[in-house]
């Protein structure tokens, strides 16, 4: 591939950027409210989380200067445990990439859809069909190529980040907080100290849903240039800036709308906006949230055919996945693969906060497996790359950390959701056989 085709460092940045920030920020902190249901366990999930998570991305900016391969979220398991349990892992991610994704489509839809459609598909059908629409645009747009992918993600990465610091502005409003019509306060002067804990590891779920996204950087490999530094760099900065964002945009929700206004809220962002701008900055924010959605959805059609590249070399999946364009650099079936699975999915996501569940448990497993790589990547790459990215006891302190606390999420995911996550446990499991015969057929039929 040559130089031009590449992802620079401030593409790199910019994919972090958008893989984080697709519309959780814009819909989770209501979930987050309703869990936390006071102004001190909201705010202390959303810094633990930033924190946990910005652990998180010094991992895998080390994973992905230690291990720089196209595909490289299926490799590393691979490489540091068995192809079988890569294939386990991945495959359970591959529908829940899909399901994060038709997420963030749904709920840009429920933004737009009051302005752009007719009062009779103010209905789950009239989101669905924004939402289908949106996939086949950017289809068509990644389809042409990595270069226009690249500056349509960088375009629409900074229309996101302003449109955030506009909404970050309100906090200089003069607005106070709504008076409250919940019992929030009374039900809390019952609780005992197990329910905060409870309050905050369950609002965990959204908070790292919204948060996560960074791994997916190290799919890139050598799409990158100088992957070995524009990638733990690109992290680094695309993590320490949303974080920034993120706390400052939930200060702004709560000022303005105080705990219970969140909580209680349909179009959150929107919402905000309204109370500052009037109705005017409802309608002008929803179709810049629109926009913003396209980023996050842009940027999943970006990584998760490299994963499919990955599991084709691996001798699971027919050749045809790792066939590319050698002009447009675009893997042109494993994208149009992808596509269908996004729209396959969304005649399935009627539930906001059950596929939340379902999607975060499965992104738990492999955000644990894959972050524990490390500690094997460091032994088997030390002669060549030597000890780099954390010094001192933050080498072991950090992963450890992160690797506790999404345990936690796994586990508060299952509590949540006893009844629809089985079937995701069933997935997992079921990789095992699946991926034996999938490699042996592969195998007999060569292709």
């Known amino acids: 591939m040559s130089a031009k085709n590449k992802l620079n460092l401030f593409d790199t940045t910019m994919l972090v950027v958008s893989l984080i920030i697709g519309m959780g920020i814009f819909r989770n902190p209501v979930e987050v409210a309703k869990s936390a249901q006071s102004p001190s366990i909201f705010f202390l999930a959303w810094i633990l989380g930033g924190v946990v998570s910005f652990f998180g991305g010094l991992t895998y900016a080390e994973i992905g200067s230690r291990y720089a391969v196209k595909g490289g979220f299926y490799k590393i398991f691979s490489y540091c445990y068995h192809p079988a349990f890569a294939f386990m892992v991945n495959w359970m991610l591959v529908i829940s990439n899909a399901g994060a994704t038709s997420i963030v489509a749904i709920v840009g839809a429920e933004y737009i ?111 990158i240039e100088n992957p ?61 949230l629109f926009i913003s959605v396209l980023t996050f959805v842009n940027s999943a059609m970006l990584t998760n055919p490299r994963v499919y590249f990955a599991m084709a070399e691996d001798g699971v999946l027919p050749q045809v996945f790792k066939k590319q364009n050698d002009k447009s650099q675009v893997q042109e079936f494993a994208l149009t693969v992808f596509a269908s699975f996004l729209v396959l999915f969304l005649f399935f996501a009627d539930s906001f906060k059950e596929l939340l569940n379902y999607v975060m448990f499965c992104d738990s497993v492999g955000m644990i497996t894959s972050a524990a790589t490390i500690f094997l990547l460091r032994k088997k790459s030390k002669e060549i790359l030597g000890e780099t990215y954390t010094i001192g006891f933050g080498k072991v302190l950090f992963p450890v950390i992160f690797i506790v606390i999404y345990a936690i999420v796994a586990i508060s995911s299952l509590v949540e959701n006893k009844e629809n996550l089985p079937t995701a446990i069933g997935l997992f499991l079921g990789g095992l056989p699946l991926y034996y015969i999938l490699k042996k057929a592969m195998d007999n039929l060569k292709i």
């Not at 009374?186 to 905050?200: G, M, P, R, V």
């Open 228 to 288: 070995v530094r524009n990638t733990p760099k690109g992290i680094f900065i695309g993590c320490s800036l949303v974080m920034f964002l993120y706390l400052a945009i939930n200060f702004a929700y709560y000022k303005v709308l105080g705990i219970e206004g969140i909580a209680q809220s349909k179009s959150l962002t929107a919402d905000l906006a309204k109370v500052f701008f009037g109705e005017i900055g409802f309608k002008f924010t929803s179709v810049l």
């Open 113 to 223: 859809n009051p302005i752009i459609m007719p009062a009779s598909l103010q209905n789950p059908m009239g989101i669905k069909i924004t939402s289908i629409s949106t996939i086949v645009i950017l289809y068509i747009i990644n389809f042409v190529g990595i270069r226009l992918s690249a500056q349509t993600q960088n375009l629409l990465s900074m229309i996101k980040m302003v449109l955030m610091a506009l909404l970050i502005l309100t906090i200089f409003a003069g607005h106070p907080a709504p008076v409250s019509h919940t019992n929030f306060a009374i039900t809390q002067e019952s609780w005992q100290f197990t329910d905060y804990l409870k309050a905050l590891a369950v609002s965990f779920i959204p908070i790292f849903f919204t948060y996560g996204g960074y791994q997916q950087t190290i799919n890139f490999g050598t799409d």
